[in-house]
């Protein structure tokens, strides 16, 4: 089919979509999901139709749960394609994302708002818009209060998207996002939502905020060591890299690492019989514990005559 004959088409079908009966629209939508699926031409040439993203903005606020779905996802389609992420990510879809996090209406919404948020945060320039826009507080009251649900992973990648940027990891730490995110890890029945997690606060410690939250949060050696006996290894892979930097900024974090019998054996088997990325970061806490020198039961604040 030619350009041509393709703009005509789907001037064509956004039109069917804004029809009154259900059933015109919701095929005219599923034709849009097919044709943006797999073609960055096609998501272009949608985009660049006059009035073809208010239209699809409007159809996601559907009362109607399929054509929401149905709209979200071709919205999603279209923030595949990098140049269109930045006209996507205006303030009036922000808001829209956001009521969806707060109140979805089913979890395959709450799940296509996730994943458009964390698409389009991919965008360096859109990750300060989100964190000005209050996505960021928004996710994590989510995570908090529904670590079992069926979109938490995607709300917890589209979280760990947005933190890479230095404001947004002060915006999050404000809001909280350690003892939750900790919370997450102690609670979750599934090991992938644990490793997202610390996939999170990996993300939150390099940044001095986020490192002193850490620091500051009580027991937090004793949830990574227990983390080490888990069975997933991304997440023996993130507390291994978050036992680094608390290592390297506290002797403390230290001394309450080597209070714990199992701890040193636990780094010898993961150093041997982990992953890769596990094997190194435990192999890096090894030698800090040997050339740490520290008594682990002595007061560390006494002094030496």
Sequence with gaps: MSTAR????????LSEA????????????????????????NRTLLAQTNGAISILLKLSKSLSPIIETLSLTILFNLSLNPDLKLSLADMETIDHLNSIIISPTSPESSKLAS?????????????????????????????????????????????????????????????????????????????????????????????????????NTGQVVNSMVDVLKGRCMLSKEG???????LFDESEGCLRDALRIPEFLNLLADISVRGSAK????????????????????????????
């Design 278 to 305: 596990a094997r190194e970061k435990a192999g890096l806490l090894l030698k800090k514990t040997m050339e740490a020198n520290i008594d682990p039961y002595s007061d560390e604040t006494a002094m030496f005559f």
């Design 239 to 245: 507390a291994a890299e978050i036992l680094l930097r």
């Design 6 to 13: 393709l703009r005509e088409t789907i001037v064509e079908i």
């Design 115 to 215: 994943s458009l948020i964390c698409s389009l945060a991919m965008l360096d320039k859109n990750k300060a818009k989100f964190g000005v826009g209050g996505t960021i507080p928004l996710l994590i009251n989510s995570v908090s209060g529904r670590t079992r649900c069926a979109a938490a992973h995607h709300l917890l990648s589209s979280l760990a998207e947005l933190v890479q940027f230095h404001g947004n990891c002060t915006v999050a730490v404000r809001a909280a996002a350690v003892p939750v995110l900790i919370q997450v890890i102690k609670s979750a029945d599934g090991e992938d939502l644990a490793g997202t997690s610390l996939a999170v606060l990996g993300l939150l410690a390099r940044f001095d905020e986020g490192l002193n939250a850490l620091k």
């Design 18 to 41: 804004q029809s009154d009966s259900p059933e015109v629209q919701q095929k005219a939508l599923q034709t849009l999901v097919s044709i943006t699926k797999v073609s960055p031409q």
